[in-house]
């Protein structure tokens, strides 16, 4: 699974949720209705369907996705361009690059800077090389979406205009993230230098803590296990770290927060555990995924810890619970195995 999450790390922008189309609507023929909104809202309804590994919406939607990046909507060409990271086939990502480097020069900038992010999934060094030249660019929005998505492939591109962008207080945590997705130990005293800022915020001191961490400094573990032990507002986000970073050492407090009811942390620290593999996490797991009484967003961070664990009696739960669980926890079960799936592909 990727390392950040939607919660605490950054991703690809993706079109904002909208309710389905009448379910009376084929999707298909939703798509070619003179209707710009019910064609955005037909190609949101079939991207969340092929997320969840429906192949048959992939059917529908992917041999479209060339003609919707041209589409006269705005909000459609920018969920066309989730649709192309969807892609798998390089004869499919050959077939969308010529209307998706043409987007990167959108006069909307919610497409253009989408556009960057689909460009990087194109096959050889044209898209790439557009990219690059956008951390140039004059629009500070464009150079700090290249950067970000640069970051994703480890292109080092990105990193001067990520560690400028350290210290603008909107930036930083969103570059921090990228930064630590870039893995070039360059960036290090930088991020240590924001560290040992005494005006920082606590939820930016933790997230630097956790991108020392990423690069094996002691300073920013130990931080993250100081902050899981404590009382702050940023224990949820130090324990999420926690997790995907293999802090081993913070597995006791993690284990003592996992077990604290009402607490705001509660979840990161179950997540935490199957993703560390702790010592009888499965058990543990387990037990709260199939516990009607438990509430049902522990049951769901258990369940995301289970995926992480992946022990065949892990995934075995998951295709169960994907199953005959109750109707949020069917669906999140069958996206963390759709996952499973595609990360061991």
Same mark, same amino acid.
């Given at each position: 699974?990727?390392?950040?999450?939607?919660?605490?790390?950054?991703?690809?922008?993706?079109?904002?949720?909208?309710?389905?189309?009448?379910?009376?609507?084929?999707?298909?023929?939703?798509?070619?209705?003179?209707?710009?909104?019910?064609?955005?809202?037909?190609?949101?309804?079939?991207?969340?369907?092929?997320?969840?590994?429906?192949?048959?919406?992939?059917?529908?939607?992917?041999?479209?996705?060339?003609?919707?990046?041209?589409?006269?909507?705005?909000?459609?060409?920018?969920?066309?361009?989730?649709?192309?990271?969807?892609?798998?086939?390089?004869?499919?990502?050959?077939?969308?690059?010529?209307?998706?480097?043409?987007?990167?020069?959108?006069?909307?900038?919610?497409?253009?800077?989408?556009?960057?992010?689909?460009?990087?999934?194109?096959?050889?060094?044209?898209?790439?090389?557009?990219?690059?030249?956008?951390?140039?660019?004059?629009?500070?929005?464009?150079?700090?979406?290249?950067?970000?998505?640069?970051?994703?492939?480890?292109?080092?591109?990105? =990193?001067? *205009? %990520?560690?400028?962008?350290? #210290?603008? +207080?909107?930036? !930083?945590?969103? @570059?921090?993230?990228?930064?630590?997705? /870039?893995?070039?130990?360059?960036?290090?005293?930088?991020?240590?230098?924001?560290?040992?800022?005494?005006?920082?915020?606590?939820?930016?001191?933790?997230?630097?803590?956790?991108?020392?961490?990423?690069?094996?400094?002691?300073?920013?573990?130990?931080?993250?296990?100081?902050?899981?032990?404590?009382?702050?507002?940023?224990?949820?986000?130090?324990?999420?770290?926690?997790?995907?970073?293999?802090?081993?050492?913070?597995?006791?407090?993690?284990?003592?927060?996992?077990?604290?009811?009402?607490?705001?942390?509660?979840?990161?620290?179950?997540?935490?555990?199957?993703?560390?593999?702790?010592?009888?996490?499965?058990?543990?797991?387990?037990?709260?995924?199939?516990?009607?009484?438990?509430?049902?967003?522990?049951?769901?961070?258990?369940?995301?810890? =289970?995926? *992480? %664990?992946?022990?065949?009696? #892990?995934? +075995?739960?998951? !295709?169960?619970? @994907?199953?005959?669980?109750?109707?949020? /926890?069917?669906?999140?079960?069958?996206?963390?195995?759709?996952?499973?799936?595609?990360?061991?592909?």
């Amino acid at each position: 699974m990727g390392l950040f999450s939607s919660l605490f790390g950054k991703r690809a922008p993706q079109a904002e949720a909208e309710p389905s189309p009448d379910p009376g609507i084929d999707p298909g023929e939703a798509l070619e209705s003179p209707d710009g909104a019910l064609r955005v809202d037909a190609v949101r309804a079939l991207l969340e369907r092929w997320r969840s590994g429906d192949v048959q919406a992939a059917g529908i939607l992917a041999p479209r996705l060339a003609d919707l990046l041209a589409d006269p909507e705005p909000l459609v060409r920018a969920a066309a361009l989730s649709g192309v990271r969807l892609l798998r086939k390089p004869e499919n990502l050959a077939r969308c690059e010529s209307a998706v480097l043409t987007l990167l020069a959108d006069p909307v900038l919610q497409v253009r800077t989408a556009a960057i992010w689909s460009a990087l999934r194109l096959p050889g060094d044209t898209a790439r090389a557009q990219v690059r030249a956008l951390v140039r660019s004059g629009e500070e929005t464009m150079r700090f979406a290249a950067a970000c998505a640069l970051s994703d492939v480890q292109d080092s591109a990105a =990193l001067p *205009e %990520l560690r400028a962008a350290l #210290a603008d +207080d909107h930036r !930083r945590q969103e @570059a921090l993230s990228a930064l630590m997705s /870039l893995g070039d130990p360059s960036a290090v005293p930088g991020i240590a230098e924001v560290f040992e800022d005494e005006s920082l915020g606590e939820f930016d001191r933790t997230l630097a803590a956790a991108a020392l961490a990423r690069f094996g400094d002691a300073r920013g573990a130990g931080h993250l296990v100081a902050r899981i032990e404590s009382e702050g507002d940023d224990r949820p986000i130090a324990a999420e770290w926690a997790g995907r970073l293999g802090v081993q050492d913070a597995i006791p407090a993690l284990d003592a927060l996992a077990g604290t009811d009402g607490d705001a942390a509660q979840g990161a620290a179950i997540r935490a555990l199957g993703r560390l593999k702790a010592p009888g996490a499965e058990q543990r797991l387990v037990r709260i995924a199939t516990d009607g009484a438990s509430p049902d967003d522990l049951r769901m961070d258990a369940a995301e810890g =289970l995926a *992480e %664990l992946g022990t065949p009696a #892990a995934l +075995d739960l998951l !295709r169960k619970l @994907a199953a005959e669980g109750p109707e949020e /926890l069917r669906q999140l079960c069958a996206e963390l195995l759709a996952e499973v799936q595609t990360d061991a592909g």
